[in-house]
């Protein structure tokens, strides 16, 4: 399938619902970039904080501490290097979304592009029982440790959200269309989302 769209797609996800998956999905019918982890290059060339570091903090609460005692400096203004890498990677996201159609997952997309007309955003979920059977077989680790992480990492991206203010993560207020993927399936929630943009 070789469609065409002129929309943004953003797409926030609970972990473990399959949110990378289904995004790649989408992208490749539709024909446009994805863009996930690949944003942390962009943010770390933008913000001069190293890529290794940018990683370890992707998507979680960040306090300034944390950031000092790792890069070791502050900015003679007292910028927080938490608001420095902030504000890097939504330059990324704004430049990415500026060059035409694609998919971003995660990041705060939806909240940085929320002024764009051409944005569709899109969160996808699942019970925690079914998000936890998923790592479990994805990552070969046993039911309490998969349930464990499901809750730490979903705390971490609602916190990574949250922390620089608008809407609440997860919200289904904040975003166009919610999909349960225990109802519905990657395969079936991509197909949802690839029809949604193309009317």
Not at 9 to 32: E, Y
Not at 63 to 86: E, H, K, N, W
Not at 120 to 142: C, H, L, N, P, Q
Request: glycine share 8%.
């Amino acid at each position: 399938m070789d469609a065409k769209t002129s929309k943004i797609i953003s797409i926030g996800r609970s972990f473990g619902a399959g949110g990378k998956t289904i995004g790649k999905l989408v992208a490749d019918s539709l024909n446009i970039p994805y863009y996930d982890s690949e944003l942390l290059k962009e943010t770390a060339k933008n913000s001069g904080l190293s890529e290794k570091y940018l990683e370890s903090v992707d998507e979680k609460d960040i306090t300034d501490a944390a950031l000092y005692m790792s890069v070791g400096f502050m900015t003679p203004s007292y910028t927080s290097i938490r608001q420095i890498a902030a504000n890097a990677q939504s330059e990324v996201i704004e430049k990415i979304a500026s060059e035409g159609p694609c998919v971003i997952v995660g990041r705060r997309a939806n909240e940085i592009l929320k002024d764009r007309k051409n944005v569709v955003s899109i969160f996808v979920t699942a019970s925690v029982e079914y998000r936890t059977k998923r790592i479990m077989e994805r990552e070969g680790i046993d039911e309490k440790a998969a349930r464990k992480k499901v809750l730490r990492v979903d705390k971490e991206r609602a916190a990574y959200y949250n922390q620089f203010g608008g809407d609440n993560w997860g919200y289904a207020s904040t975003y166009d269309l919610c999909i349960n993927t225990e109802t519905f399936g990657d395969e079936k929630a991509a197909e949802m989302i690839v029809k949604l943009v193309m009317n």
